[in-house]
C-alpha cells in the first residue's frame, strides 16, 4: 500500500511519518531539530489492520520545498492514499495546502482516499481552531487536529488506520 505524505515546508510530515512507520517510540514527538527533507523519504513498515491483518506499508514523505517539485509527479505515481499535513498556524500554509491538494489529490481522483492534518507544532495553539483550506471545504473532507500533546499519537493512530481501510477498500474495485 504505497500512502504519500505531502504539504508545505515545516508542517510535520517527517515527524508524523516516522510516528506512523513505528520509529519514534509509539508517540508523536517534536524533533530535536529542524532538517528538511531532500527530494524524497520512504519509510516501509507494517501495520495490523482489524479485520485485514498485517498490511505492508510505503510511506512516501515528499519534501515540500519546490525546489523537488520536478520529482513529485514520480511520488505520486501509483499512490493508494495521501496524507496532507499542513500547519494552520503558519501564515498562508492553508492556502498552500489546498494547491498541494489539488496536485496530488484532486487531479488524481483520490478525494475519498486523503487524510488531512491540521498539525499545531505548539500543542498550546491546538485548541484554535484551525483555518481549513477552501479547496479542502469544498471537497467536504474533515480536518483531524493533531500537535505534540499527549493525546495526539491516539487520535493520528485511529484516523490513520481508518484511512488506510479505506485505501484498502478502494484498491479492491
Do not use: M
Not at 515545516?10 to 509509539?26: E, R, V, Y
Not at 499512490?79 to 484532486?106: C, Q, R, S
Not at 491540521?118 to 493533531?146: D, F, Q, W, Y
Amino acid at each position: 500500500l504505497k500512502i504519500i505524505v505531502i504539504g508545505p515546508s515545516g508542517s510535520g510530515k517527517t515527524a508524523i511519518a516516522n510516528f506512523l512507520a513505528g520509529q519514534s517510540n509509539d508517540s508523536l514527538e517534536p524533533p530535536s531539530s529542524y532538517s528538511e527533507t531532500k527530494g524524497v523519504r520512504i519509510l516501509e513498515c507494517e501495520r495490523n489492520l482489524p479485520g485485514r491483518g498485517e498490511t505492508l506499508l510505503e510511506l512516501w514523505d515528499v519534501s515540500g520545498n519546490s525546489a523537488f517539485e520536478s520529482g513529485w509527479p514520480a511520488c505520486s505515481q501509483h499512490a493508494d492514499g495521501v496524507l496532507l499535513v499542513y500547519n494552520p498556524d503558519k501564515a498562508g500554509n492553508d492556502v498552500e495546502a489546498g494547491d498541494w491538494f489539488d496536485e496530488f489529490v484532486k487531479s488524481k481522483g483520490l478525494v475519498d482516499q486523503c487524510l488531512v492534518l491540521a498539525h499545531h507544532p505548539s500543542s498550546s495553539t491546538r485548541a484554535v481552531a484551525s483555518r481549513v483550506p477552501a479547496k479542502i471545504k469544498v471537497a467536504n473532507l474533515g480536518v483531524v487536529e493533531t500537535g505534540f500533546d499527549s493525546g495526539s499519537a491516539t487520535i493520528v493512530a485511529q484516523n490513520f488506520d481508518d484511512f488506510l481501510a479505506k485505501c484498502v477498500a478502494s484498491r479492491k474495485r
